[in-house]
């Protein structure tokens, strides 16, 4: 499999393409003027405990106050060795916080929609091959280095290198990146962490709540450590200083990919590469055509993701069921490159097309399962259920391409539908009825839109009529070319 990524640097903001075999897969964007905080650390205070949330609201400096439970403030004991698979019990968060307490807080959430910052206080720092837990005393690994003898290798020569470094309290998760990687860069990687947590811990003692202590790498330097994998052919940046900053990155912690970065001067965008910048746009449209002819339907909304299969043009060669069988097929191949591309998390409600055939079920499931192990982000994925439906999660910690990209209409106010011009006719109508009730007048304007006043002097002119008659009033009517299909206005004369 080929792997490209493509780096978009401008002054207000950076994008950058994850490309395999030629198809976009993801896309990242963080702008200038509002830059994603995962993975900032914050000295906040505490300004309000919910006992009946068992979470407290803490300011961080920003708009809205952020929010932290109480399980994220426990040290988290279920990540040790010896923990047990019982039930934790979550201590009373007024034992834990109160108002007015200064408190260090990592971000694990962006703001997204309505909801502040999600927060906690097991800090971690990352580097290319691990993770620092200044909390954690254990070593721990990626579930994604399934070779044993390599596990057993990279957590020896990580235990080895943090006896070495005795005076330095904490833990470890190893990366998946780390797979193959050398005693030597290991420690390197401790080093940088070492030195990196210390500073954190100099900032913290001086700073005054609230204010950040720590800001993530930029989006392109951080493409280096967390994207850049040996199958990754080529990295491409268009901008001449932001690929200087990659290059002295490169060489100073992932020196093996030296000669995959290269900079990108060509006359025709980057982006324009692989129609990055088409499939960016298809990213943000509702339907997505399949290639047999069928299509799928993605609706985002607060409380979930919704996912529809139809067979649409396809009507196949053999029989219904072996149709239907291979719509699904295909659409589990697109469903897992659209929650990547378009960034989808939270809870996601797959309704393949009805199967007869068990065999065939678990195949579609299975495809699904198998194209979702490429996904950087962690998802977790149900059989199919009684009512043929498909339940999965993804981890969202950062808002969606849509959301990044979108605003909810301001005409129809994210509804995505409009009312017909009809029902505007007959709510003017009892308008009309209402006012008429409650003031004395000779006559009426209504302004409205123009396909409203069209059809109120042509369709529906018989039911203006009838109206007059029964006020005893004359109606006008008057286009206003800046009012919305739903916008009406009744104007006493």
């Known amino acids: 499999m080929s792997e490209e990524i493509l780096i978009n640097v401008t002054p207000v903001e950076t994008r950058v393409a994850l490309v395999?075999?030629?198809?976009?897969?993801?896309?990242?964007?963080?702008?200038?003027?509002?830059?994603?905080?995962?993975?900032?650390?914050?000295?906040?205070?505490?300004?309000?405990?919910?006992p009946g949330m068992e979470a407290a609201f803490v300011d961080i400096g920003l708009e809205r106050a952020a929010f932290i439970h109480a399980s994220d403030v426990v040290p988290n004991q279920s990540s040790t060795a010896d923990s047990s698979d019982g039930p934790k019990t979550v201590p009373d968060i007024r034992t834990l916080l109160r108002e007015g307490q200064s408190l260090v807080v990592q971000v694990t959430k962006d703001p997204i929609g309505t909801k502040g910052a999600r927060l906690t206080t097991q800090l971690s720092i990352p580097s290319r091959y691990l993770?620092?837990?200044?909390?954690?005393?254990?070593?721990?690994?990626?579930?994604?280095?399934e070779d044993e003898a390599e596990r057993s290798r990279l957590k020896a020569l990580v235990e080895e290198g943090a006896a070495a470094h005795l005076n330095i309290q904490g833990g470890y998760i190893i990366r998946t990146a780390a797979e193959a990687a050398t005693a030597e860069e290991l420690l390197a990687d401790m080093n940088y962490l070492h030195h990196l947590s210390q500073s954190i811990h100099d900032?913290?003692?001086?700073?005054?709540?609230?204010?950040?202590?720590?800001?993530?790498l930029p989006l392109f330097i951080r493409t280096i450590r967390d994207l850049i994998r040996p199958q990754t052919e080529k990295v491409r940046i268009d901008s001449r200083e932001s690929h200087?900053?990659?290059?002295?990155?490169?060489?100073?912690?992932?020196?093996?990919?030296?000669?995959?970065?290269?900079?990108?001067?060509?006359?025709r965008p980057i982006f324009d590469l692989y129609s990055v910048e088409d499939e960016i746009q298809k990213a943000l449209s509702r339907k997505v055509q399949l290639k047999s002819g069928g299509y799928v339907i993605i609706d985002q909304t607060e409380a979930m993701t919704t996912i529809d299969i139809n067979t649409g043009a396809f009507v196949g060669h053999r029989n219904l069921e072996e149709t239907i069988f291979k719509t699904n097929l295909e659409a589990a191949r697109a469903i897992s490159r659209q929650l990547r591309l378009r960034n989808l998390g939270g809870i996601i409600?797959?309704?393949?097309?009805?199967?007869?055939?068990v065999e065939h079920q678990r195949q579609v499931h299975r495809m699904l399962e198998k194209m979702l192990e490429r996904d950087h982000a962690k998802t977790k994925i149900t059989g199919v259920s009684e009512l043929g439906l498909v339940e999965m999660t993804r981890k969202r910690t950062t808002e969606s391409l849509g959301q990044?990209?979108?605003?909810?209409?301001?005409?129809?106010?994210?509804?995505?539908?409009l009312k017909t011009s009809e029902t505007v006719c007959f709510e003017i109508f009892r308008e009309i009825l209402r006012v008429n009730r409650a003031y004395d007048t000779e006559s009426y304007?209504?302004?409205?839109?123009?396909?409203?006043v069209d059809r109120l002097v042509d369709e529906e002119s018989d039911n203006v009529a009838d109206l007059e008659t029964f006020i005893a009033k004359t109606i006008r009517f008057q286009v206003e070319p800046f009012y919305s299909q739903e916008q009406y206005d009744v104007v006493l004369l």
């Open 20 to 50: 395999e075999n030629g198809m976009l897969q993801e896309a990242y964007i963080e702008r200038a003027s509002r830059k994603g905080i995962v993975g900032n650390i914050y000295k906040g205070k505490v300004v309000r405990v919910l």
């Open 131 to 145: 993770v620092f837990m200044p909390d954690v005393s254990h070593v721990g690994i990626s579930q994604r280095i």
């Open 203 to 216: 900032r913290i003692a001086k700073v005054q709540a609230p204010a950040a202590v720590y800001k993530d």
């Open 244 to 267: 200087q900053r990659v290059i002295e990155f490169v060489d100073e912690f992932v020196t093996e990919f030296a000669d995959k970065v290269e900079y990108y001067p060509g006359e």
């Open 349 to 357: 409600i797959i309704d393949f097309i009805d199967m007869e055939d």
């Open 404 to 417: 990044v990209l979108c605003e909810p209409c301001p005409i129809c106010d994210g509804r995505g539908f």
């Open 445 to 452: 304007l209504v302004m409205a839109s123009q396909s409203v």
